[in-house]
C-alpha cells in the first residue's frame, strides 16, 4: 500500500511540479511519526533536530570547501579552527558553572524530564487532636495508650515535627517511669522506645540530645536489669553530660547507676548536688535520690535518706507515703542497736523532730512502738521533756525490743521533771496527743511495703 501511495506521488509531481513539496512535508510527517515511535519527547527531539541542522551545515561547508582552491581555503579553515576553540572552551566553562553554580540552565533541565520538588508533607487535619490526645495520656502516666495513639499519628503524618517531639517526650517519660507486669519484660516493652530514641539522638541538639543519651542509657541500664550485658550505659551519661554539663536526667541517672555499682555514698550526693543545680527536673532528681539510696542498701546510705527528706521537708517538696514509710522502716534502726545513736545523730534535734514528724505525718502509731519510740526518744533530744514523758509511758505496756530503751528514756524524763517541780520545762510546751495521730486509729497504714505489689515490678 505504501508502494502504491509513492507511485501517486510521483505521478502527481510529474503532472504538477509544485507537488514537489509535498514530498518534503511527507517527510517531516515521517520524522514526526518516528519521534512518536521511538516515545522521545518533543523537548529532546527539537533539540536534536538543532544539533542536526549545525552539523548538516558544517559538513556541506566542508565539503564545498574540498572543491576550492587552496588560496581560498586558508581564511575559512582558520576562522572554523578558531570557532570550534572557542566553542569547546565555552561549553567546559558553561558545563562547570552550570554544574556547580546552576548558571546557566543545567543540561538536565534542557533536554531531561521535568524535575518535580519534593512534596511538602503537611499533617492531615486530625494530627493535631492526636497529638493533643497523646500528650494528655502522657501527663496521666497512661503511656501505653500514649504510645499507640502518636503512633497512629505517625503513621499518617510521618515527617511531622510535632509528631516527632511528642513520640520523643513520651519514650522518655515512660521509660524514666518504666513498671512492667509479668509476663511483660523490661526489655521487651523499652526496645521500641529505645530505637526511636536511637534516631531522634542522630538530629537532635543542645539540651534535648543530652536528655535522649541520658535517657537511652537508662534504657540500657532496664535491659542490664533483665540480664543484658556489654551495654552502653555510664557511657551515654558521660556523653550526655558532655552536650549539657549540667543536665539533670544525666546526672540524676548516672548517680543511681553509681548506687547499683555500689559506690560510695559521697560519689552519689555529688552526681545529685550537680543535677539539682539547675533547678529543672528537681522532683524526678529528688526521687530518683531517694531510689538509689534505698538500691545501695547501705547504713550510712539509710542515714542519708533522712538527711534528704529533711531538705525535701524545708522546700516543699512532695514525697509519696510509701517512700516516707520506706525511710522511716530502713532508717530508723530496728531493736535498739548501736546504730541508733548515729541516726539520731544526722540531724539538729528539732529538725530532726519535725522532719520525723512530717514522715509518719497522719499515720496512727498506737500499732507500731519502734515508730513511737523514736518519736518520743526525739521530742526528749528537743527538750521538751514532758511530751516526751507522755509518748514513754504508754510504750511500758506494749512488748518490745526498746523496753529498756524506753524505761530508760522515761527516767530521764521524769528526773528533768522532777528537778524542775515535777513541772514542764520553762520554754517547753507539751505536744497535744491529736498532733501525734495517737486517736486516729481510722488512718492506721501497714508499714509492709514490698517492691513486688500484685505482680508489678518497679524499676528502681
Known amino acids: 500500500m505504501i508502494t502504491q501511495l509513492l507511485k501517486i506521488l510521483r505521478e502527481s509531481i510529474k503532472a504538477v511540479p509544485a507537488m514537489k513539496y509535498a514530498l518534503a512535508v511527507a517527510g517531516i510527517l515521517a520524522v514526526v511519526a518516528m519521534v512518536g515511535a521511538f516515545k522521545i519527547s518533543p523537548a529532546m527531539a527539537v533539540f536534536g533536530a538543532v544539533i542536526t541542522l549545525v552539523l548538516m551545515v558544517a559538513m556541506v561547508i566542508f565539503a564545498r570547501l574540498t572543491t576550492t582552491a587552496p588560496r581560498h581555503f586558508f581564511l575559512p579553515v582558520t576562522i572554523m579552527m578558531w570557532a570550534f576553540l572557542v566553542i569547546t572552551v565555552a561549553t567546559a566553562f558553561l558545563l562547570f558553572t552550570s554544574a556547580f553554580f546552576q548558571w546557566p540552565r543545567g543540561l538536565r533541565e534542557l533536554i531531561g524530564p521535568p524535575v518535580v520538588a519534593a512534596p511538602v508533607v503537611v499533617p492531615p487535619a486530625g494530627t493535631g487532636p492526636l497529638v493533643a490526645a497523646a500528650q494528655r495520656q502522657r501527663e496521666n502516666r497512661d503511656y501505653t495508650g500514649a504510645w499507640n495513639t502518636i503512633s497512629r499519628a505517625a503513621v499518617g503524618a510521618p515527617g511531622s515535627k510535632a509528631v516527632h517531639e511528642e513520640q520523643t517526650q513520651i519514650a522518655m517519660a515512660w521509660i524514666r517511669d518504666m513498671r512492667v507486669t509479668a509476663p511483660a519484660t523490661f526489655t521487651s516493652t523499652v526496645m521500641p522506645l529505645s530505637e526511636h530514641l ?23 541500664f532496664l535491659r542490664h536489669r533483665d540480664g543484658a550485658r556489654d551495654l552502653r550505659i555510664e557511657e551515654e551519661y558521660v556523653a550526655a553530660v558532655a552536650l549539657d554539663p549540667a543536665n539533670p536526667f544525666a546526672h540524676a541517672m548516672w548517680g543511681h547507676w553509681l548506687a547499683v555499682q555500689h559506690h560510695p555514698v559521697e560519689e552519689l550526693r555529688e552526681r545529685f548536688r550537680i543535677a539539682l543545680t539547675t533547678g529543672r527536673e528537681r522532683a524526678y532528681v529528688q526521687r530518683t535520690r531517694l531510689a538509689a539510696l534505698k538500691w545501695q542498701g547501705t547504713r550510712e546510705a539509710d542515714v542519708e535518706r533522712v538527711r534528704v527528706a529533711d531538705e525535701m521537708r524545708r522546700n516543699n517538696e512532695p514525697v509519696e507515703m510509701a517512700s516516707r514509710l520506706e525511710i522511716v522502716r530502713d532508717a530508723y534502726p530496728r531493736g535498739g542497736t548501736d546504730a541508733e545513736p548515729a541516726v539520731l545523730a544526722v540531724l539538729p534535734a528539732a529538725d530532726h523532730l519535725a522532719t520525723f514528724r512530717w514522715l509518719v505525718e497522719g499515720r496512727d502509731l498506737r500499732g507500731s512502738p519502734i515508730e513511737s519510740y523514736y518519736l518520743a526518744r526525739l521530742t526528749e533530744g528537743a527538750g521538751d521533756c514532758a511530751g516526751a514523758a507522755a509518748l514513754y509511758r504508754p510504750l511500758l505496756d506494749l512488748n518490745s525490743t526498746f523496753q529498756e530503751k524506753i524505761k530508760a528514756g522515761l527516767a530521764r524524763c521524769e528526773q528533768r521533771l522532777g528537778a524542775m517541780n515535777s513541772g514542764p520545762a520553762q520554754g517547753s510546751e507539751p505536744l497535744p496527743e491529736r498532733r501525734l495521730g495517737l486517736l486516729h486509729p481510722e488512718r492506721h497504714v501497714h508499714l509492709a511495703v514490698h517492691r513486688r505489689r500484685g505482680g508489678e515490678v518497679l524499676a528502681r
Request: hydrophobic content about 45%; proline content about 0%.
Open 198 to 220: 536511637n534516631l531522634a539522638s542522630a538530629t537532635a541538639t543542645g539540651t534535648l540530645a543530652a536528655d535522649i543519651r541520658a535517657h537511652i542509657g537508662y534504657s540500657n
